[in-house]
């Protein structure tokens, strides 16, 4: 009976990796620095407060992430990739400022770690400079019953 109770309380309560869920959401707590031609000559420090959708399916996964965002006040990206076994890789497109490149996301037992190297582009598509950011993600419980 005293192993009974934390098996049922365990599978009742229970974690799941993102990297196996068909769909999750959670927050995302992102600093970074933008160093992009005359808007932040020489590096402007930048930070955001993002809500997270991540859907995968088999080994592939797209998220669509959005939120509140200093200096640029909102903030949009939308990640698509592959799962791999304790990490992801994927191409992100940031919509504002607009931006386009890799995103890498790395697993702890609770937590991760997202990293990502995007250029950044004029509205004429020419590129004027990079935009790189760390974001910090815990995983979310999920109860099941």
């Known amino acids: 009976m005293k192993k009974l109770i934390p098996l049922i309380a365990g599978f009742l309560l229970g974690f799941s990796n993102p990297a196996t869920a068909k769909e999750l959401s959670y927050n995302e707590k992102n ?6 031609g005359d808007w932040c000559e020489g590096g402007f420090p930048g930070a955001s407060y993002l809500r997270v959708k991540t859907k995968t399916k088999g080994k592939t996964f797209s998220e669509f992430q959005y939120g509140v ?7 949009a990206k939308a990640v698509t990739g592959v799962n791999l076994d304790k990490s992801r890789i994927g191409m992100a497109l940031r919509l504002y400022p607009l931006s386009f490149g890799p995103q ?21 598509m020419k590129p004027v400079g990079v935009l790189f950011t ?5 995983e979310p419980k999920v109860i099941r019953l």
């Open 31 to 36: 600093i970074g620095v933008c160093m992009a």
């Open 69 to 75: 965002a200093f200096p640029t006040i909102l903030t």
């Open 104 to 124: 890498f996301e790395f697993y702890g037992k609770k937590k991760s770690l997202t990293m990502s190297l995007e250029m950044c582009h004029g509205y004429t």
């Open 134 to 138: 760390i974001g910090f993600r815990k």
